[in-house]
């Protein structure tokens, strides 16, 4: 029955990306929202006629940027959540400090930071590790609280503290939520480090070529990139979705065995 709702799953996937394509190619040839949308054809030969060349040049250095800002953003956010529960009086601050961060446009402090840091791509990874620290701080706190009571009292009866509650029971308990948010993070990411290449305009990225396109009214160019970022975000989802696959079911063997 499992295997039947996963399959199910698949087609109702597959069936919802065909009518949205099919709708794609309706609009671009019945020239919707004056001709500014390109049929799926259009796209593609523009893809084919600028070479891969363009886009791997373009495209590498955003990935490397939105990488480095997944990480750091990831790994502060995880830290963070890590002693808020070993250090219970910082939650408030450490709150507030995951909401300023949410609820702050990019654009916003995208002038700020690029005050505070002279050097370009230190921007842009700044504003993709803030588009991911929230979700993942939250997600992380979350499944660190999640254990039940009774496995954290067994740790204290047997002498531990709250670093050993931490290692053997909240840890395992958290990664399932954890991995939850890292896998919305990944998009995010990617999403921060084009809009700071949009802000910023280094040589070479996704932003820089979109606005060129833009510039030359390239409209299948600018569709292309566009529809190749989130390819690459779409990648970058599935790759985490994968991992926390085989993370979950040894986090779940990991506490049968604890």
């Not at 921007?123 to 609280?145: D, K, N, W």
């Not at 896998?183 to 809009?195: D, T």
């Not at 600018?222 to 991992?243: D, H, N």
């Amino acid at each position: 029955m499992a295997d039947l709702g996963g399959a199910n799953r698949w087609y109702a996937g597959l069936i919802g990306i065909a009518a949205l394509v099919g709708l794609w190619w309706l609009a671009g040839a019945l020239e919707w929202f004056s001709g500014t949308i390109p049929t799926p054809g259009a796209v593609i030969s523009t893809i084919a006629d600028t070479g891969t060349a363009f886009y791997v040049d373009n495209f590498s250095s955003t990935v490397e940027l939105a990488l480095r800002g997944f990480l750091w953003g990831n790994g502060l956010a995880i830290a963070l959540a890590v002693l808020v529960v070993l250090i219970p009086p910082i939650e408030g601050l450490a709150t507030q400090l995951a909401i300023i961060s949410y609820c702050t446009p990019i654009i916003a402090v995208a002038p700020i930071i690029q005050v505070a840091f002279a050097e370009v791509q230190t921007m842009i990874v700044f504003l993709a590790a803030i588009s991911v620290f929230f979700t993942t701080m939250i997600g992380t706190l979350s499944g660190l609280r999640s254990p039940h009571r009774g496995s954290l009292d067994l740790v204290k009866v047997y002498g531990g503290g709250r670093f050993a509650q931490l290692w053997r029971v909240r840890s395992v308990s958290a990664l399932p939520n954890t991995l939850a948010a890292v896998k919305i993070a990944a998009p995010a990411a990617v999403l921060g480090a084009v809009l700071g290449e949009f802000l910023a305009m280094p040589d070479t990225g996704a932003g820089p070529a979109m606005i060129v396109a833009q510039q030359r009214g390239d409209i299948p160019e600018v569709w292309a990139i566009a529809l190749i970022s989130g390819a690459i975000a779409g990648i970058g989802y599935a790759v985490i979705s994968v991992l926390a696959r085989f993370a979950t079911r040894w986090s779940s063997g990991l506490a049968v065995l604890r």
